[in-house]
């Protein structure tokens, strides 16, 4: 077997983490120049192996041996939930993991999602893009991200999209929430001042407060039942669950998607993909198939090595972490020829993406993630032309913690005569 090639350097001032924050395409696409697309250097002060090989992603979230999971650790933001449940957890074992994401899985069905939220998405978007005409211009990242905060907390609170006051405060605290995810986890406060850190903590007491009124209207609301029965074994997993589910980070990563989406149509030549999408669902699933292979919202995720492994070759040694790159390893030529290429036809290919993840710790939102994406883009294609205020050839993107255009894209929507 072969050493990973690249320098995990001294501790401390052999660490790469901000030059990968600076960067972090940059970083990679340096480092897959020099050392080929699967390397390793020092992140977080510990050894990180990245995997930018469609192969080498393959083989790590295919594990079924338990020789990687995630390490996630937000617990004192979250409390207990499915991230935080891996094969190394002294509480948890994996025969609870398993159940835990059984019963996620019972509460994202995708055919009672299908046929319980199907009505209110339309509700949603009737509300908020049903007069986009008469707005002057259309922030479209933002404007994505409240429909897609709108659905998330209607459908899993069980508020109905008219009671925009109660939506709106729920918003603000699950934004409110999602800061101290990104700040330093660092929990202080004085006369009336407060960290960051410490700004969430309180947002997410004030969210559980709001979560327990809510479930006591749960039997009211036949999706809501679902998730009461689903087999959570205490009202705290259930409670901790939906708290996740109604973070502010999917939909910052719906918004992505969707942003990408329609800067992608504006190109030149890609309008032709717009007339045939009106009333072509296989197209339309074909473009949000290949949006989500280019611009994945999450260019990776993260792994510890539980026990020693081989990716591809390479020997992996326990205790380090891995960084594997879904953005890398969807343009890995070897696997999507021109891979920078919009090209929707390729999905014929068949080829497994892992914007949603894969494997074992897969993503249990994805059903739902791909109803929210095909409805939104399906109803303003319907419904409206659309014109950039400014040049969409010319992209950059940030990457952290949400990969999306660097600016916001302004758009003016014209209505159609025949929807
Ligand atoms: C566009 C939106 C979304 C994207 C791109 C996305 C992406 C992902 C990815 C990449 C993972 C795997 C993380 C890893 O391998 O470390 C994941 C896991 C997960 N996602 Fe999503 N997700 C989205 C929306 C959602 C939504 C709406 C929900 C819930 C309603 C959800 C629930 C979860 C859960 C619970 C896991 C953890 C699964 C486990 O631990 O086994 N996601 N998601």
């Given at each position: 077997m072969a050493k990973v090639p690249g320098h995990i350097g001294m501790p401390i001032i052999g660490d790469r983490s901000?030059?990968?924050?600076?960067?972090?395409?940059?970083?990679?696409?340096?480092?897959?120049?020099?050392?080929?697309?699967?390397?390793?250097s020092r992140l977080l002060n510990r050894q990180t192996i990245f995997l930018a090989s469609y192969d080498a992603v393959q083989q790590l979230l295919n594990d079924t041996n338990g020789t990687y999971d995630m390490e996630y650790r937000y617990k004192a933001l979250w409390g207990?939930?499915?991230?935080?449940?891996n094969v190394t957890s002294?509480?948890?074992?994996?025969?609870?993991?398993?159940?835990?994401?059984?019963?996620?899985?019972?509460?994202?069905?995708?055919?009672q999602l299908a046929r319980l939220c199907g009505p209110m998405i339309h509700k949603i978007l009737e509300n908020l893009l049903g007069s986009l005409e008469h707005e002057k211009e259309v922030p479209l990242y933002t404007k994505f991200k409240q429909v897609a905060s709108y659905i998330t907390v209607c459908l899993f609170l069980g508020l109905d999209p008219g009671s925009t006051h109660e939506i709106d405060s729920i918003i603000e605290l699950t934004t409110e929430h999602w800061h101290g995810l990104i700040s330093i986890p660092v929990s202080a406060s004085f006369t009336g001042w407060s960290t960051t850190f410490g700004k969430a903590i309180k947002a997410k007491d004030e969210l559980i407060?709001?979560?327990?009124?809510?479930?006591?209207?749960?039997?009211?609301?036949?999706?809501?039942q679902t998730i009461s029965n689903a087999g959570f074994k205490s009202r705290e997993e259930l409670r901790n669950h939906i708290l996740l589910f109604v973070?502010?980070?999917?939909?910052?990563?719906?918004?992505?998607?969707l942003a990408s989406t329609f800067i992608e149509l504006g190109k030149t030549g890609h309008a032709r993909y717009v007339d045939i999408a009106r009333n072509d669902l296989d197209l339309l699933n074909a473009i949000t198939t290949e949006i989500e292979r280019l611009h994945p919202p999450f260019i990776g995720g993260k792994r510890q090595a539980i026990k020693g492994g081989v990716?591809?070759?390479?020997?992996?040694?326990k205790?380090?972490?891995?960084?594997y790159l879904t953005h890398a390893a969807h343009r890995d030529p070897a696997a999507f020829p021109n891979p920078d290429q919009f090209l929707p036809e390729r999905c014929s290919n068949n080829r497994k993406i892992w914007t949603?993840?894969?494997?074992?710790r897969a993503c249990v939102g994805r059903t739902l993630m791909k109803m929210m994406l095909q409805e939104t883009i399906s109803y303003v294609i319907k419904n409206y032309d659309w014109q950039f205020q400014s040049d969409v050839c010319n992209i950059k993107y940030k990457t952290l913690p949400v990969y999306r255009p660097d600016k916001e894209f302004y758009v003016k929507f014209t209505r159609r005569d025949n929807p």
């Amino acid at each position: 077997m072969a050493k990973v090639p690249g320098h995990i350097g001294m501790p401390i001032i052999g660490d790469r983490s901000l030059e990968f924050a600076n960067d972090s395409l940059k970083f990679v696409n340096n480092h897959i120049q020099k050392y080929g697309r699967i390397f390793q250097s020092r992140l977080l002060n510990r050894q990180t192996i990245f995997l930018a090989s469609y192969d080498a992603v393959q083989q790590l979230l295919n594990d079924t041996n338990g020789t990687y999971d995630m390490e996630y650790r937000y617990k004192a933001l979250w409390g207990e939930n499915i991230l935080h449940y891996n094969v190394t957890s002294e509480l948890i074992t994996d025969k609870e993991a398993t159940r835990v994401k059984a019963v996620l899985g019972k509460c994202l069905d995708p055919d009672q999602l299908a046929r319980l939220c199907g009505p209110m998405i339309h509700k949603i978007l009737e509300n908020l893009l049903g007069s986009l005409e008469h707005e002057k211009e259309v922030p479209l990242y933002t404007k994505f991200k409240q429909v897609a905060s709108y659905i998330t907390v209607c459908l899993f609170l069980g508020l109905d999209p008219g009671s925009t006051h109660e939506i709106d405060s729920i918003i603000e605290l699950t934004t409110e929430h999602w800061h101290g995810l990104i700040s330093i986890p660092v929990s202080a406060s004085f006369t009336g001042w407060s960290t960051t850190f410490g700004k969430a903590i309180k947002a997410k007491d004030e969210l559980i407060d709001r979560i327990e009124e809510l479930l006591c209207r749960f039997d009211k609301n036949e999706f809501n039942q679902t998730i009461s029965n689903a087999g959570f074994k205490s009202r705290e997993e259930l409670r901790n669950h939906i708290l996740l589910f109604v973070s502010a980070l999917p939909p910052k990563a719906v918004a992505s998607l969707l942003a990408s989406t329609f800067i992608e149509l504006g190109k030149t030549g890609h309008a032709r993909y717009v007339d045939i999408a009106r009333n072509d669902l296989d197209l339309l699933n074909a473009i949000t198939t290949e949006i989500e292979r280019l611009h994945p919202p999450f260019i990776g995720g993260k792994r510890q090595a539980i026990k020693g492994g081989v990716i591809s070759g390479f020997t992996i040694p326990k205790g380090c972490s891995l960084l594997y790159l879904t953005h890398a390893a969807h343009r890995d030529p070897a696997a999507f020829p021109n891979p920078d290429q919009f090209l929707p036809e390729r999905c014929s290919n068949n080829r497994k993406i892992w914007t949603f993840g894969g494997g074992r710790r897969a993503c249990v939102g994805r059903t739902l993630m791909k109803m929210m994406l095909q409805e939104t883009i399906s109803y303003v294609i319907k419904n409206y032309d659309w014109q950039f205020q400014s040049d969409v050839c010319n992209i950059k993107y940030k990457t952290l913690p949400v990969y999306r255009p660097d600016k916001e894209f302004y758009v003016k929507f014209t209505r159609r005569d025949n929807p």
